[in-house]
């Protein structure tokens, strides 16, 4: 897989430099298992340094470097025009927003979801589905990253970070995709805590793990 290789290529000795200053692999929670080889998934696992990329949120204007948020970071990958998987994805990741809201976690974390439709998920898009999903912009910790581009969203989700998607044929309401879904946790020092592949991630273990890595 290209990204495992360039994980390797990049990412390992940065991961080596900081075992020992929290936990192993530079980690603080346990080490996550997986059902086969970790080695052989396409998306970055427990203690890999998450990929490094540049992405700008089209709302704000600001660009994000994801090796350098300096908190922990709550990752997905989804459209706006999704119906089934990507509501849940989003859903789940506005709960654990709303969850740390008000606590001492809520400035302590960052949630990044990333588009991989960057042709029709402009700013304006991406407001009014902030809007329609209760996505609470102002609070300061949500940025929706946007790739510029279709090349750029494939070498981002798909090459980086392991995230299959496959546009459709387009009928009268548009086109869709087939995709695949995956929701990253990493800590403040950009190496990945817990990689859910799943379209259903349990919203109260996402609270936890949030809360254990914002002290």
Same mark, same amino acid.
């Given at each position: 897989?290209?990204?495992?290789?360039?994980?390797?290529? !990049?990412?390992?000795?940065?991961?080596? %430099?900081?075992? %020992?200053?929290?936990? %192993?692999?530079?980690?603080?929670?346990?080490?996550?298992?997986?059902?086969? +080889? &970790?080695?052989?998934?396409? @998306?970055?696992?427990?203690?890999?340094?998450?990929?490094?990329?540049?992405? &700008?949120?089209?709302?704000?204007?600001?660009?994000?470097?994801?090796?350098?948020?300096?908190?922990?970071?709550? @990752?997905?990958?989804?459209?706006?025009?999704?119906?089934?998987?990507?509501?849940?994805?989003? !859903?789940?990741?506005r709960n654990a927003q709303?969850?740390? %809201?008000?606590?001492?976690?809520?400035?302590?974390?960052?949630?990044?979801?990333?588009?991989?439709?960057?042709?029709? +998920?402009?700013?304006?898009?991406?407001q009014q589905y902030a809007a329609d999903m209760n996505v609470d912009l102002t609070m300061g910790n949500w940025s929706f990253l946007r790739p510029r581009g279709v090349d750029r969203a494939k070498a981002v989700v798909s090459d980086r970070f392991g995230v299959v998607f496959d546009r459709t044929e387009e009928t009268d309401d548009g086109y869709m995709f087939a995709h695949t879904a995956l929701t990253l946790i990493v800590n403040a020092d950009a190496i990945v805590e817990r990689a859910y592949r799943t379209g259903s991630p349990d919203e109260g273990q996402i609270i936890a793990d949030i809360e254990a890595l914002t002290g």
């Open positions: 897989m290209q990204r495992r290789a360039l994980l390797r290529a !990049g990412g390992v000795g940065i991961v080596a %430099g900081l075992s %020992g200053c929290l936990g %192993g692999n530079g980690t603080q929670l346990a080490r996550q298992e997986y059902a086969t +080889d &970790p080695q052989n998934l396409p @998306y970055p696992t427990w203690g890999e340094q998450v990929p490094e990329v540049t992405l &700008p949120d089209p709302i704000t204007g600001d660009e994000v470097e994801t090796t350098a948020v300096g908190l922990p970071a709550v @990752y997905t990958f989804f459209f706006s025009h999704c119906m089934s998987v990507c509501p849940i994805l989003i !859903g789940t990741l709303t969850a740390v %809201g008000g606590t001492a976690h809520e400035d302590m974390v960052r949630f990044l979801p990333i588009t991989f439709d960057p042709q029709r +998920d402009d700013a304006a898009r991406l």
